[in-house]
């Protein structure tokens, strides 16, 4: 049973190379696409039948086409919960498609580049995830899937646009999203203040790993909140405007951080370093919290340089899901922190120094 | 003015070599006498003239005296405050003599055995300190000083014994004490109800750093509370007993941890020692707390073997006196963490482990 969730989390995801602009602080960005199929009546109040027969369209089209060979097709009912809970963790799938039903799936390349949600909301839910600052990129990669898909006709006013289930996403049905690492702002106190300002222009900013600007280990989503009343283009332009100035504020707490408290940081990182380094138990907020610090530490030149990739994989690997998938059996809740410590342990030992004074 | 503060800080303490049974534990034995001279007023109601003149008389036999060629003599106002202070934490003179004034000095052998008080509660305070329970052999040491200064003629009174300036020293003017390492009973919150059972037969139990059962490092001091009615012999052979339980106890309450919370007690121990290794700047309180935390890990075998002696002198060595009379000039408070931290990481250097899985 474990043996397809470990497959799926063990299998690529493109934006953990940490490949992209600015990929040290934008971790990733993401376009999805809402989408429906005019011929069928949508999700939310769709019988099992109508859900099914939804579904079996939508899995022919995408195993028809010879340019999406690459992509497997999940059907959730057949997933055990914890292969969906790790498909989670990879923001594969959402919670709400992960509870399972009649008709509902997923379809993911083996690039880890698109997953395409089906009866979730929305009978199409298609995104396109890649590291760094590369929404425009990640846009024309939902755009080639969305064109394929198009034959299966979408639900579509030509005054409004594409029509969602739920209204914020009418219109274009896009999200443009980063994944972004704040933690000197979040250590200055100023994520309440970009939050409150990109709401001023229509973006949302939310916590990763818990609500609003307490989100554990400083890793928020900035997206775009309405989907109406201006083009894909200009949707996509406006939240990677903001996203490249956050990246700059960032930067500039780092800086005002290193000229201004440089021994506190220093403390903090290597206080993260040393923990991570040789703890025996650690819960996932914390681990969330030590990986942040470190990171920004190596980031900055106060600890030992450990690339993106190694970063962005153990925001993964450190979660409930992705380490019982490759546990021998279930683990208690004092294994799991136990295990998530070893992971931590192995991760960080190439990259060992002593913290010697020089 | 610092070279005097740092010779002090140099030289020897045989207990910190970590000799002695049980030295793991008990990390040092205390005997102490208070005398006073019959033809002199009590140094709590004699004038400027009387204690010079006491002083004198002392320190005159002390430098005539062959057998006591090695002890060094202080007079406690021409020490700088570093000097005192670095003094104090080694126990070698106490806070209150410490202060200074007309006659007021120590004398000190150059094995850092025993020091000699002079006019600061009573005219002589004779003390010797041996690594681990060596009450006895403390016992005797400052029995031969005690024997050779009793030429200068005691305050004595053969019905209850040697005169002292406070009842609580009359009798034999005996304390005896042990420097107790107690982490394990310190985590089982087990220290208040070792102290209150030490209190029934006549013992006090007393944090080092800080008050009662709440001390900082989990170092206590227990001695003898009345001086009267019991020998030396009985007084010493009391404490001793009491302080051979307690190491007892103490190993019990390790193998309790060791057996029943093993994988707490290895994350404390491990966090401690990658705190230690890798912080950049460290308070006094929160150093005392990891260096208990890693030397109970260490006694026990969770981490690696680092001797008795290290463990010991790290305890003056990250001291606030001890930490300055090194430093070329005064540190601010900030220095001084930053300081210290770099004197623990440097202490376990040498004993490194990656800490990776085996």
Redesign the interface.
């Known amino acids: 049973m474990r043996t397809e969730a470990r497959k799926i989390a063990d299998s690529p995801l493109e934006w953990v190379s940490g490949s992209g602009d600015s990929s040290g602080i934008i971790l990733s960005s993401r376009v999805r696409l809402a989408r429906n199929l005019e011929d069928h009546i949508f999700p939310w109040r769709a019988s099992r039948e109508e859900m099914l027969a939804c579904e079996e369209r939508i899995r022919s089209r995408i195993l028809s086409e010879n340019s999406l060979r690459s992509f497997r097709v999940f059907e959730i009912d057949q997933l055990d919960p914890l292969a969906r809970g790790v498909m989670i963790e990879r923001h594969l799938i959402s919670p709400s498609l992960a509870k399972g039903g009649p008709g509902r799936g997923t379809a993911v390349d083996d690039r880890g580049i698109v997953s395409i949600l089906v009866n979730e909301e929305d009978h199409l839910r298609i995104q396109a995830f890649l590291g760094g600052l590369r929404l425009h990129e990640a846009w024309r990669v939902a755009r080639q899937i969305d064109q394929i898909l198009e034959d299966l006709v979408y639900a579509f006013d030509s005054r409004i646009g594409f029509l969602t289930t739920c209204p914020t996403n009418i219109g274009t049905g896009l999200r443009a999203s980063v994944m972004i690492h704040l933690p000197a702002l979040s250590v200055l106190r100023k994520v309440g203040k970009v939050a409150s300002d990109c709401g001023r222009i229509g973006l949302t900013v939310r916590g990763m790993f818990g609500e609003g600007s307490d989100s554990a280990g400083s890793l928020f989503q900035v997206s775009n909140q309405v989907t109406l009343g201006q083009t894909e283009e200009e949707l996509i332009e406006k939240v990677s405007g903001v996203a490249a100035g956050l990246v700059r504020q960032e930067q500039a707490a780092r800086d005002r951080l290193l000229s201004e408290k440089r021994?506190?940081l220093?403390?903090k990182a290597?206080?993260a370093?040393?923990?991570?380094?040789?703890?025996?138990?650690m819960g996932i907020r914390e681990a969330l919290e030590l990986v942040s610090l470190a990171r920004m530490g190596s980031e900055t030149g106060v600890l030992p340089k450990v690339p993106s990739s190694t970063w962005n994989l153990l925001l993964m690997d450190i979660q409930k899901a992705h380490i019982q998938a490759r546990a021998e059996s279930d683990l208690t809740p004092?294994e799991l922190d136990?295990t998530r410590?070893?992971i931590l342990?192995?991760a960080f030992?190439p990259f060992?120094q002593?913290?010697?004074?020089s």
């Open positions: 021994s506190g220093e403390d290597w206080r370093w040393g923990l991570l380094r040789f703890s025996r138990n004092e136990s410590s070893g342990r192995e030992g060992h002593t913290g010697q004074l």
